[in-house]
């Protein structure tokens, strides 16, 4: 059902949802961008319309709310072990389609590989509900049209900011419930881009043909690659993480397991002991992400690429690597 | 909900020395197990490694661990009576169907014996389950051969062929790389045949070369992978290989299969 309401009322209902959930949404720290004088978008905790920042693309993405950077998985003495005590809210986020389609290539890895779900993933995402961010324009570097992934319904409640009021299409009887008696009802059904300004095109093959894993493409990539990691850590469909113990200061008896984001495309991923490890090359790094992100996944899952093509990858880049047009060399030479 | 990061604590049963750098640790189990299957066992404060099963029976496993790090050297701190945390088991392990019936030879290089123990063990006191079993074992030198005490027992019921890198001169042993022996291997009709080929990662690309080299299909080959692993339950993504992932469809492969994986 549509819904036209006044930023009061927007307020007011998110001031009703912060007694039971937690509330996330892009937010600008000003002065924390990567070079001076600009700003970092990444999702925080809202209580106000005022603090979300709708207008531009978030550095970050979402995934921080689901599987954090870091996070305490057990406390340990020598004897036992024991999980963190959990948080009982709910969870609203605000997000773009792109990352709405993010989040369910993250619960193909995290609840859907292998006969296990991951245990930490699960917690907090049974718990989301998601407000959809129209997002009709798009910004440098997006190429979710190419991706598939400019659109979604997957959606609690979607909501068209920039006007005099917000404009909102509420699919879930919470949000119904909430919104109850307020505003004004209208239609409403959200709109979503239909062309970014990038381009992809991904390949249509069956195999990939094992030529390309040392095609001399990649041999650029060793040059001007870093293998800072900054690809992966903005990605929304990025998972990876390593586990590591941390002994307390005071009593090295007792401790902590933590896990913590890890990346492809940084030293020592997949270092075994004796220091053997593989695809020492920054180019065999980016080989192995890209293949990942438009190939490796869709031929596990079935459901398309990894890649929602949100373009965050290429906003992050020292050293302005671009991933789409990454994309587009591999297609050319299959 | 059900944690499976969750390691529980398991009495170690009895510890036996292989080598100065390798221990076996018999735990107590109350799990079903596959042989070639690996744990992950923990040392709070230091973290966790995967371990392969090195031998199994009624209510107990072992594992045979190798000090080459931070925990694999800590590891060896423990005593009989302490307990030790692991979770598992994980992996597929060697699917024993293959096997049934046919002329196995198992090569295998320093620890890499670990994971196969259990099998030979197996075919040891059932010996009707294979035609027959050949054994090719290589290690660097006299002092890193382990399982010494299973390697005189499998001698009196298999054709063994035990290669030390460096030396020679001890009774049966023969000098150089284990792949110089695989020439030596006795093979039968292939479609009657099955090889295991397991150790470290160029042991096992040249052993195996060797063999499908003497005309042995890939298919009839099998080997188990080692990789960086954090997590054993297919999130972490450290083991990933192309579309495959070793902690869930691996660590044994079918070699037609290991050849097409790319790094
Ligand atoms: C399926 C499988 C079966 C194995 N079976 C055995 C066995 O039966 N006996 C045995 O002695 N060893 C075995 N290993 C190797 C063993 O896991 C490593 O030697 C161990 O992880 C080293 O840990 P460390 O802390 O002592 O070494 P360090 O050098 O101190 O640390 C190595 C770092 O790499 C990480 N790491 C993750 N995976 C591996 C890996 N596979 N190898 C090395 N480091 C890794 C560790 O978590 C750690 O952070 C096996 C590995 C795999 C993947
Ligand atoms: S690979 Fe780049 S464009 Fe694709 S989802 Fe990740 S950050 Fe976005
Ligand atoms: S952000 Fe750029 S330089 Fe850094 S790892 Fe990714 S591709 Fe390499
Ligand atoms: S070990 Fe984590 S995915 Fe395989």
Known sequence: ?334 | MNNPYLPKPYHILEIFHESETEFTFKLERDYEINFGQFLQVSLPRIGEAPISVSDFGEGWLEMTIRAVGNLTKDIFKLTAGDKMFVRGPYGNGFDMSEYIGKHLVIAAGGTGLAPVRSMINHIYRDEGVVEKLDLLFGFKNPSSIIFNRDIEKWKEKFDTMLTLDEACGLDGVCEGLITNYVKDVRLSEFEKMAVIVIGPPVMMKYTAGEFVERGVPEEKIWVSFERNMSCALGKCGHCKIDETYVCLEGPVFNYSKAVKLID
Not at chain 1, 19 to 30: C, L, M, Q, T, W
Not at chain 1, 224 to 230: D, E, M, P, Q
């Open chain 1, 1 to 334: 059902m549509g819904k036209s309401v006044s930023t009061t009322e927007f307020n007011e209902m998110l001031k009703t949802l912060a007694g039971e959930y937690r509330i996330f949404a892009p937010k600008r720290f000003v002065h924390h961008g990567k070079c001076t004088g600009t700003d970092l978008i990444r999702y925080g905790e809202v209580h106000s319309l005022d603090e979300i920042e709708y207008k531009a693309k978030s550095n970050f993405s979402l995934k921080e709310i689901l599987h954090p950077i870091n996070q305490t998985i057990f406390y340990f003495t020598e004897t036992e072990f024991s999980e963190p005590a959990t948080e009982n809210k709910g969870i609203v986020i605000f997000a773009r389609p792109c990352d709405i389609n993010g989040v369910f290539r993250l619960d193909n890895i995290f609840l859907h590989n292998g006969d296990e779900e991951d245990y930490y993933y699960k917690k907090p995402r049974d718990k989301v509900r998601f407000v959809m961010m129209e997002c009709t324009v798009g910004f440098e570097n997006c190429f979710c049209v190419s991706m598939d992934t400019n659109k979604s319904d997957d959606y609690h409640m979607a909501v068209r900011f920039g006007g005099e009021e917000y404009l909102l299409d509420i699919r879930d009887q919470f949000f119904i419930d909430v919104l109850e008696g307020v505003g004004e009802d209208i239609e409403f059904t959200p709109d979503f881009i239909k062309r970014n300004r990038v381009e992809v095109r991904l390949p249509e093959i069956d195999r990939m043909p094992p030529a390309m894993y040392d095609h001399e493409m990649w041999d650029e990539y060793s040059t001007r690659c870093i293998a800072c990691g900054r690809c992966t850590t903005t990605c929304i469909t990025c998972s990876c993480f390593t586990t590591t113990d941390i002994a307390n200061e005071d009593n090295p008896k007792q401790g902590e397991r933590r896990r913590t984001w890890a990346s492809c495309h940084i030293e020592g991923f997949t270092d075994m002991a004796g220091g053997h490890g593989f695809r020492k090359k920054n180019g065999e790094k980016m080989r192995f992400k890209t293949l990942h992100k438009i190939y490796d996944y869709n031929r596990r899952f079935g459901k398309g690429p990894m890649c929602v093509g949100c373009g965050r990858c290429d906003d992050a880049c020292p050293v302005y690597i671009s991933f789409s047009n990454c994309i587009n060399k591999v297609t050319s030479y299959v």
